[in-house]
């Protein structure tokens, strides 16, 4: 009896206890240095902020949201420490990905749907948490781990309520992605 085995590459991933840790780190860094933690809906916020300044010049001056936003960062929305994060963090998974030889264009999903169903769910579902997070004051990163790591009362609630809601509407859209 010939049995063949194949192998399969095994792919390189850093240990989530590890991963935690270095979050946990960073969370404290950030505090240290910038007085505050982090998030990525601030990021957003300032590239929001600055298209609506190109685009509708006249607009961003008038409407109390972007005239404030623009008075508190000098009128230069993109000079934010959030923005250049979120660059990073962009830069590092980029490169994460070619170090290990994982970065791949693909768009993953389930043989139930098709390529462009899973696009439009991920961009509504991204424009919807984006929405929700200016809602909440912040996103995950934010509102729930740096709210938690100075042991906010409400980053506890947050983490709860986005995970949670999660969980809740899991059984709801599972069909999409298993």
């Not at 850093?14 to 809906?41: E, T």
């Not at 912040?138 to 709210?147: D, H, R």
């Amino acid at each position: 009896m010939n049995t063949t085995t194949q192998t399969t590459p095994k792919t390189k991933y850093l240990n989530p206890y590890v991963g935690g840790v270095l979050l946990g780190l960073v969370l404290i860094a950030a505090n240290f240095v910038a007085g505050r933690g982090l998030g990525a809906s601030g990021a957003a916020k300032s590239a929001v902020v600055a298209a609506v300044e190109t685009v509708a010049p006249d607009h961003a001056q008038n409407a109390t949201f972007y005239s404030e936003y623009l008075e508190s960062h000098d009128g230069k929305p993109l000079n934010a420490w959030l923005v250049y994060q979120m660059l990073g963090v962009i830069v590092g998974a980029f490169l994460s990905g070619v170090l290990f030889k994982r970065l791949k264009f693909k768009v993953e999903h389930s043989p139930k749907i098709t390529s462009k169903k899973r696009i439009i769910l991920a961009i509504a579902g991204g424009v919807l948490f984006g929405f929700g997070s200016q809602l909440g004051r912040g996103c995950t990163s934010g509102s729930a781990l740096s709210g938690m790591a100075v042991l906010s009362f409400g980053g506890f609630i947050s983490m709860a309520a986005i995970f949670g809601t999660g969980f809740a509407l899991a059984y709801f859209f599972r069909k999409n992605w298993i």
